[in-house]
């Protein structure tokens, strides 16, 4: 029997993290919400990190042979890559927790995530070894897209199984605290090294160190994680089927359509996810006079708004349900979506509109984006598929949307990416109808 059926550590990093726990005590839902929040946060700051690079640095290092929308153009289709790569890491990193243990697949991919951006750290540029640079660049983030699908450890589903039935929405908007948190380490982190060094040296030294950051963070996470996942509650719940991983081949087969469903139905909020962080920053940094440092720290400033708002999702939820939160906060988005572009591009007090109202916006719906069709997968299968539908609605919704939605806005106008947002809206608010008449037929 391998290891990932009978809940034993499998490696010397998991008992040792077993012997912390049984000096702290049982495990509880703080405890876990603590490792939620510690592990979705460090993933995000190292995407967010990614992504300011993508437009202040790697056109100017990696591709300055060509302008700058189109180095721009470049480092989002190599954004691209990781979201591509994350479903075959979900494919191999499953194996490996079935075949070696949660523990060792967590070490793993958190390893593989931290040397990817630790990696990205001493990157090259064309300067050095010419049109290499961007081989290696596209290799560190595959690499990351590689490790993303192995960072899946089930936390979220654990405190979704340890919430009470009557603060569901509660539970849920815990684990995406994670994205404004890292988001706003992230830009002020940016923001200080802009501000404060000459854009000679930004560009030479300063830039690098936000990923020496993330790789610290990796490692802090990692234990975080590893406490948890080796508790005897954990263990009990795998070995009980609650979390434990089906192959993808059986998955799929059983529950293909609810994952195919689930992964649209968040896509308003994905696709919102782009568009108030990496493609307003694009957009200002390309066509307007003014200093991406600024605009860093506005996102800064406005995602406090989306740490409020999500924990406001929650409340509503509990009261309302998931879904219908998600339905209205999509018809909301879809409302944004025609008056945003002229936000946008209205100044600065139009640029703090814009950044408040899609924050406010985001925080509602992405709060409660998590798993809400996962009540449809069977219980044998809700790890595994709950994984794949986050795979698939991070490729559909937000792998491509800020090279997407910049192409558009540079070909037809800035009113063209309300309309690739409207797209979303309308995405969610399809699968949520379907998923509800299938509920309903299935009754």
């Known amino acids: 029997m391998s290891a990932a059926h009978t809940g034993a550590p499998t490696s010397a990093i998991e008992r040792d993290a077993r012997r912390l726990h049984d000096h702290h005590g049982e495990l509880n839902p703080a405890e876990i919400a603590v490792g939620v929040i510690v592990g979705r946060t460090s993933e995000f700051f190292d995407f ?14 990696v591709f300055p042979y060509v302008d700058a929308l189109t180095g721009t153009i470049f480092s989002f289709a190599i954004f691209a890559l990781a979201f591509i790569a994350r479903p075959i890491g979900t494919v191999f990193f499953t194996w490996v927790d079935r075949t070696y243990g949660r523990g060792a697949k967590l070490t793993i991919a958190l390893f593989l995530l931290g040397g990817s951006t630790i990696a990205l750290a001493f990157l090259p540029g064309y300067a050095d070894i ?103 509650e954990y263990a009990q719940r795998f070995e009980t089927h609650d979390l434990e991983p089906s192959t993808i081949v059986d998955t799929v087969r059983v529950t293909g359509r609810d994952i195919v469903i689930g992964a649209f139905a968040p896509l308003a909020s994905f696709a919102l996810f782009h568009m108030v962080t990496v493609f307003p920053l694009s957009w200002v940094f390309l066509f307007t006079e003014d200093a991406p440092a600024r605009f860093l720290v506005i996102q800064t400033i406005c995602a406090a708004f989306g740490v409020l708002a999500m924990v406001v999702s929650g409340w509503i939820a509990d009261r309302t349900g998931r879904r219908s939160v998600l339905a209205v906060t999509a018809g909301m988005i879809a409302a944004f979506s025609g008056f945003a572009p002229q936000l946008l591009s209205g100044g600065e007090a139009g640029e703090w509109a814009f950044m408040i109202t899609g924050f406010l916006l985001l925080g509602l719906s992405f709060g409660q984006s998590s798993g809400a069709v996962a009540a449809s997968f069977p219980a044998r299968y809700r790890y595994t598929a709950s994984h794949l539908t986050s795979d698939m609605a991070w490729l559909f919704g937000a792998g491509f949307a800020p090279l997407v939605a910049l192409l558009i806005s540079v070909d037809y106008g800035l009113m063209f990416a309300g309309a690739y947002l409207l797209s979303g809206a309308v995405c969610t608010l399809v699968a949520l109808v379907i998923n509800r008449q299938l509920m309903a037929q299935e009754r």
């Open 130 to 232: 010419g049109t290499a640079s961007a081989w290696l660049l596209a290799l560190f983030r595959i690499g990351q897209g590689l490790a993303l699908g192995g960072t899946w450890d089930g936390l979220a589903s654990l405190l979704a199984l340890n919430a009470p039935h009557h603060r569901r929405g509660s539970y849920a908007m815990v684990p995406q605290l994670g994205a404004p948190l890292g988001l706003m380490v992230a830009s002020a982190l940016f923001a200080y090294f802009l501000y404060n060094l000459t854009p000679a040296d930004f560009l030479d030294w300063g830039w690098r160190y936000p990923f020496f950051v993330a790789f610290a963070i990796n490692v802090v996470a990692l234990f975080a994680r590893l406490r948890i996942v080796v508790t005897p």
């Open 48 to 61: 967010f990190v990614y992504a300011i690079a993508s437009v202040v640095v790697f056109p100017q290092l």
